[in-house]
């Protein structure tokens, strides 16, 4: 399939998802992304706090604070300390934005291989027999592959981050490192359905380079969420359930015809 045709295809079956899951009544599946919410929020928040008290214990101590005498001092270490939590906190967003993608993968992973195989069931009719110890290793795959996709997205961003410095070239950099997220996330959703295809995860790289539009566009969706300010990461949870319902649908065609070939 050439790049332009399977980029179109990824993008297409997003729409194709949105009716899918109407049509087959698989909303419900959104439940799980408003619980990880939740729960992350909850843990991200107190741990903030906690590293913030931590962290305003040492400055505290560090600089002396509490023996300062002068005037405005108890205005000055109160600003201090209110600057330093607002910089974690950011610091915690930014850091959290760039990771979370992978974070919803990860945690997301039993629940995105239990929707792909109920979408491929309705398309194709095709039953898979629930093992729990192919399900644990289904779920350890799926892990190993976002961790995987993760740590070569990683090395693709300091090498772009290097070049960014480099005049005309370096204005192209953020771009294809988007590009280049939205191939690994794309490559994420659509192996849900090639490891029930008992694929090894060399035959699963295969596949998407030689597919590569088409994880980019399936992709593409996903990534373009994280970018939103604020609401991007919550959003992004309940994008990537569609994400998946859309990868099974384009990873299904394309198996399909090219077994007609």
Same mark, same amino acid.
């Given at each position: ?156 961003? /300091?090498?772009?981050? /290097? ?99």
């Amino acid at each position: 399939m050439s790049f332009i045709r399977g980029f179109k295809s990824g993008i297409k079956a997003y729409s194709k998802a949105f009716y899918f899951i109407r049509k087959h009544k698989l909303s419900w599946y959104f439940i799980f992304p408003l619980i990880l919410n939740i729960a992350l929020f909850v843990l991200g928040y107190q741990s903030i706090v906690s590293l913030g008290s931590e962290y305003s214990s040492y400055i505290t101590g560090w600089l002396n604070i509490d023996t300062w005498t002068f005037w405005g001092s108890g205005f000055l270490a109160s600003a201090l300390m209110f600057f330093l939590n607002f910089i974690l906190r950011i610091l915690f967003i930014v850091v959290f934005a760039y990771i979370s993608g992978y974070i919803i993968i990860v945690l997301m992973s039993p629940v995105y291989a239990h929707l792909s195989e109920k979408v491929e069931n309705i398309l194709t009719g095709n039953e898979y027999p629930f093992h729990f110890k192919q399900f644990i290793k289904d779920i350890y795959r799926g892990i190993k592959l976002a961790t995987r996709n993760f740590m070569i997205e990683i090395l693709f961003t /300091i090498l772009l981050f /290097i070049i960014s410095f480099i005049p005309v070239v370096g204005l192209f950099s953020n771009l294809m490192l988007f590009f280049i997220s939205a191939y690994f996330y794309g490559f994420s959703f659509i192996d849900f359905s090639l490891e029930r295809k008992q694929m090894k995860i060399k035959d699963s790289i295969t596949f998407v380079k030689t597919n590569k539009g088409l994880a980019i566009g399936n992709g593409f969706i996903f990534s373009l969420t994280l970018l939103l300010p604020y609401f991007g990461v919550l959003i992004s949870g309940f994008v990537s359930v569609i994400s998946v319902v859309a990868a099974t649908i384009s990873t299904t065609e394309t198996l399909i015809s090219i077994n007609k070939e």
